[in-house]
């Protein structure tokens, strides 16, 4: 199964990136944790995948990317803390 969420993650991280606009990111996030829930994949593991989504964002500097990445990657990082904060309540 890490498999697929590795490929999963991967998949999100390209869509995060290439998204046309700060709101797609969101959208992309809240679309693969209603996946996960949908098929019963446990909290921790959802808090996982989140936390990793977010160290590989965390990668990406300023100065490396485009403006339209760049608001892409602090969209979704707003998002995925967000999505973080509901998984652990």
Same mark, same amino acid.
């Given at each position: @199964?890490?498999?697929? *969420?590795?490929?999963?993650?991967?998949?999100?991280?390209?869509?995060?990136?290439?998204?046309?606009?700060?709101?797609?990111?969101?959208?992309?996030?809240?679309?693969?944790?209603?996946? @996960?829930?949908? =098929?019963?994949?446990?909290?921790?593991?959802?808090?996982?995948?989140?936390?990793?989504?977010? =160290?590989? *964002?965390?990668?990406?500097?300023?100065?490396?990317?485009?403006?339209?990445?760049? =608001? =892409?990657?602090?969209?979704?990082?707003?998002?995925?803390? /967000?999505?973080? /904060? @509901?998984?652990? /309540?």
């Amino acid at each position: @199964m890490e498999t697929t *969420l590795d490929k999963f993650r991967a998949k999100l991280v390209i869509k995060i990136l290439c998204a046309r606009s700060a709101a797609e990111p969101a959208r992309f996030i809240k679309a693969a944790v209603r996946s @996960m829930e949908k =098929n019963k994949v446990t909290h921790e593991t959802i808090t996982h995948f989140v936390d990793r989504v977010l =160290n590989q *964002l965390n990668i990406f500097k300023l100065s490396d990317t485009s403006p339209l990445k760049w =608001n =892409n990657i602090q969209a979704a990082t707003s998002s995925l803390l /967000q999505a973080r /904060q @509901m998984i652990l /309540q």
